[in-house]
């Protein structure tokens, strides 16, 4: 069980600390500065069969990480918007396993997730690093469980879940000897 955990949380899960401060937010900015081309270099040399290989028994395989990280990450700058320029707005979630399974992404190539990966989180880390202090503590709701998030702890959340996905796909590169 614990191995499984391990496979599944490598990074274990997110917990926000009770306090954000300036310098954790911008080591979260970093992070998400960095990821795109650091996922790039992870995936863009793996074949098809690589690609197509799931990072733990009844795991996603890395196509479908990739292509996952990219609306997933889609949906958070959308919710970034929302928060700036709603009070705080009730975010409309997506069934992220259901869209990971549409056939549109099979055999897909992750150049256009990447791309857009690449291209979100530039808009991303543009927008948080022109955010003043108090836009940070603006908010949205998650209606899962009526949630309220502020922008502070989403950016927590958006660098945690980059590293997350990414150590999946290092994880099994490792293990696999890629």
Not at 111 to 133: C, D, F, G, N, P
Not at 152 to 166: C, E, L
């Amino acid at each position: 069980m614990e191995k499984h955990n391990h496979l599944q949380y490598p990074v274990g899960k997110f917990i926000a600390p009770e306090t954000i401060t300036d310098e954790k937010l911008q080591e979260w900015i970093t992070i998400l500065e960095m990821f795109p081309a650091q996922l790039r270099d992870m995936v863009s040399e793996l074949s098809n069969a690589q690609l197509d290989t799931p990072y733990r028994t009844d795991g996603w395989t890395i196509r479908q990480v990739v292509h996952h990280v990219a609306d997933s990450h889609l949906h958070s700058y959308i919710r970034f918007k929302w928060a700036l320029t709603e009070d705080n707005p009730t975010i409309k979630p997506y069934l992220q396993d259901k869209w990971t399974d549409l056939p549109d992404l099979v055999g897909m190539p992750v150049e256009w997730s990447l791309r857009s990966i690449e291209a979100v989180h530039y808009k991303l880390v543009r927008l948080l690093q022109t955010m003043s202090t108090e836009d940070f503590d603006n908010t949205f709701v998650h209606p899962d469980g009526n949630v309220t998030f502020s922008l502070r702890k989403n950016v927590g959340q958006y660098a945690w879940h980059s590293m997350h996905h990414f150590m999946h796909i290092a994880n099994l590169v490792k293990r696999e000897g890629w």
